[in-house]
Nanobody, 125 residues
């Protein structure tokens, strides 16, 4: 089994930055793509970004393009989400997810095999 643990969330003023981390542990051998999702208060969980197993392909939701950057360090089995120019509407619980594949073409939650427990990001106005 693979476990995913997110960290780096917190309270930040509007315009600030945060970097989320997602560390994978356990049976991590093999290729796996990773994604970030978020669930704003009272809303459905939504896709944020994804990265291929090699780190060479990335995809973003339109709402975060140019604002967020996903990256990974395979030596550390860790994926990052750098979030800049944060806005109050970015407030959400952020989840990382894993798919046992080199890449994920879609953005649906059902495409992922494992999920982290989430980390809260709150952006104050």
């Amino acid at each position: 089994q693979v476990q995913l643990v997110e960290s780096g969330g917190g309270l930040v003023p509007a315009g600030g930055s945060l970097r989320l981390s997602c560390a994978a542990s356990g049976r991590t051998s093999g290729s796996y793509a990773m994604g970030w999702f978020r669930q704003p208060p009272g809303k459905e969980r939504e896709f944020v970004a994804a990265i291929s197993s090699s780190g060479t392909i990335t995809k973003y939701a339109d709402s975060v393009k140019g604002q967020f950057t996903i990256s990974r360090d395979n030596a550390k089995n860790t994926v990052y989400l750098q979030m800049n120019s944060l806005k109050p509407e970015d407030t959400a619980v952020y989840y990382c997810a894993l798919r046992w594949a080199a890449w994920i073409s879609g953005t649906g939650e059902y495409e992922y095999d494992r999920w982290g427990q989430g980390t809260q990001v709150t952006v104050s106005s």
